[in-house]
Nanobody, 128 residues
Framework: QVQLVESGGGLVQTGDSLRLVCAAS????????MGWFRQAPGKAREFVAA????????YYSDSVKDRFTISRDNAKNTVYLQMNSLKPEDTAVYYC?????????????????????WGQGTQVTVSA
C-alpha cells in the first residue's frame, strides 16, 4: 500500500510560481515512476509531468513544458512540481500518482491508467 499526500497549492496571480510537494509512504519509493496530473472543473483529468524512478528522465505535457519542472528526492520519498509563469488555464486540482514495476515510456506514463495510487489532490488557482 502506498499513500500519497500533496501540498503546496494555493491562490496566486498570473506569472507567479508555486511548488507542489508529494510525500509518499512505502519503502520501494525509489522504484516508483511518479506523475502529476490535473483536473479543471468540467474537464477530464490530464497529464502534466512524469519522472522515472531514478530521476534521470522526465516527460511533460506541451502546455507546461518549459514552465514546470518535476523532480524527486528518493531519500525523502518526495516528488516536487515547480510551477513557474503560472497562467489562469493552469487552474485545477493537481494530483500526484505512483506506479511500480519500473514502468516507463511516453505512451505509458502519460496516461492515468497505469498509475496504481493517487493522492487526494491540491487546489491551484491562478487569477488573471
Amino acid at each position: 500500500q502506498v499513500q500519497l499526500v500533496e501540498s503546496g497549492g494555493g491562490l496566486v496571480q498570473t506569472g507567479d510560481s508555486l511548488r507542489l510537494v508529494c510525500a509518499a509512504s512505502g519503502r520501494a519509493f525509489s522504484t516508483y515512476t511518479m506523475g502529476w496530473f490535473r483536473q479543471a472543473p468540467g474537464k477530464a483529468r490530464e497529464f502534466v509531468a512524469a519522472i522515472r524512478w531514478s530521476g534521470e528522465n522526465t516527460y511533460y505535457s506541451d502546455s507546461v513544458k518549459d514552465r514546470f519542472t518535476i523532480s524527486r528526492d528518493n531519500a525523502k520519498n518526495t516528488v516536487y512540481l515547480q510551477m513557474n509563469s503560472l497562467k489562469p488555464e493552469d487552474t485545477a486540482v493537481y494530483y500526484c500518482a505512483s506506479t511500480g514495476n519500473r514502468l516507463w515510456g511516453r505512451a505509458v506514463v502519460t496516461r492515468a491508467t497505469p498509475y496504481d495510487y493517487w493522492g487526494q489532490g491540491t487546489q491551484v488557482t491562478v487569477s488573471a
